[in-house]
């Protein structure tokens, strides 16, 4: 069964950066459209970006022109940059993916542990 764990969270400043890493482990045969989740303490987890196979992407307006999403397929992995942070960004980040094992016909939607990110004012 694939994995996905990230990393590179932590406690930043308003107006700095983090970039947020998620690899993914096992017996993988195919990744498809990955993405980066968030949710603040007491809200719903939100859409922060995405990226398909083709390496178009998508960002919600919120984090447009701050956040950028990209991929390494060779790496297995999806990196989120995070600039010009804001305290309203903080909240635990998670990663996600279409994920198909070797022999399965079928992907399975699969999120990473998650990582906190602190903005402080």
């Known amino acids: 069964q694939a994995q996905m764990v990230e990393s590179g969270g932590g406690l930043v400043q308003a107006g700095g950066s983090l970039r947020l890493s998620c690899a993914a482990s096992g017996n993988i045969d195919s990744i498809s459209t990955m993405a980066w989740y968030r949710q603040a303490p007491g809200k719903q987890r939100e859409l922060v970006a995405m990226?398909?196979?083709?390496?178009?992407?998508n960002l919600p307006d919120s984090v447009q022109g701050r956040f950028t999403i990209s991929r390494d397929n060779a790496k297995k992995t999806v990196y989120l940059q995070t600039n010009n942070l804001r305290p309203e960004d903080t909240a635990v980040y998670y990663c996600n993916a279409g994920v198909r094992s070797r022999g399965s016909v079928s992907y399975v939607d699969t999120w990473g542990q998650g990582t906190q990110v602190t903005v402080s004012s």
């Open positions: 990226i398909f196979t083709d390496g178009a992407a």
